[in-house]
């Protein structure tokens, strides 16, 4: 199965420090979404990626959030300061529409 | 973006029985595809379908994608405590939207 690569796989980080979570899609993918989970609830679709910009968020993406993907490989998502409640586990999918997923293995993010 | 409704939201059964959990949207789509979520880690591709009407298998799961292109189900034969987990479906066509999964415990 093709991989998708998230990094780091935990973060540790205080109350109102600024945090940047990276995911490696797949090459000839095009659609790149962010999802959160907080532990023990259901998968929350964060923001879409594609072409360049952000085609769908929701409410939960606020301007607190941020993605690009600078360098037309790494994909990322930026949180600018952390609250306690943004502790969750992210997940990265990279998306070939009509065809094919994948998800990363995720990053635990700890706000303390 | 819109979330695709799954039942049931959870599942406790007794190991070897069967398992079927659906999964329905209000949008049509062009392809459905199936996850497990273990603990702790990212959702693994199950089974991927591409036709309305198909109906696909791999090992002890079968899926089918609805004839309306507006739902799917999943079934697990003969239950294992390895099938526990998270169930995610997910749908693409322009856009790509996921399940609100099913979780599943499989009593030994």
């Known amino acids: 199965e093709p991989e998708v690569t998230q990094t780091p796989s935990h973060q540790v980080t205080q109350m109102g420090q600024e945090v940047i979570l990276r995911c490696v899609p797949i090459s000839n993918h095009l659609y790149f979404y962010w999802y959160r989970q907080i532990l023990g609830q259901k998968v929350e679709f964060l923001v879409s990626?594609?072409?360049?910009?952000?085609?769908?968020k929701s409410e939960i993406f606020d301007d607190q959030f941020s993605v690009e993907r600078p360098d037309g490989s790494n994909f990322t998502l930026k949180i600018r300061s952390t609250k306690l409640e943004d502790s969750a586990m992210y997940f990265c999918?990279?998306?070939?529409?009509?065809?094919?997923?994948?998800f990363g293995q995720g990053t635990r993010l700890t706000v303390v | 973006g819109q979330q695709l409704n799954q039942s049931p939201q959870s599942m406790f059964i007794q190991e070897g029985e069967d398992v079927s959990m659906n999964c329905t949207s209000s949008s049509i789509f062009n392809t459905w595809l199936w996850y497990k979520q273990d603990p702790g880690e990212g959702p693994v591709l199950l089974i991927a379908l591409y036709k309305a009407g198909e109906l696909t298998s791999n090992g002890r799961l079968t899926a089918q994608f609805g004839i309306t292109r507006k739902d799917s189900f999943l079934n697990i034969s003969a239950s294992i405590p390895s099938d526990v987990g998270i169930y995610f479906c997910?749908?693409?066509?322009?856009?790509?939207?996921f399940g609100t999964g099913t979780s599943l415990t499989v009593i030994p």
């Open positions: 990626f594609y072409n360049n910009e952000i085609s769908e």
């Open positions: 999918a990279s998306v070939r529409m009509n065809t094919e997923a994948f």
């Open positions: 997910a749908g693409t066509g322009n856009q790509f939207y």
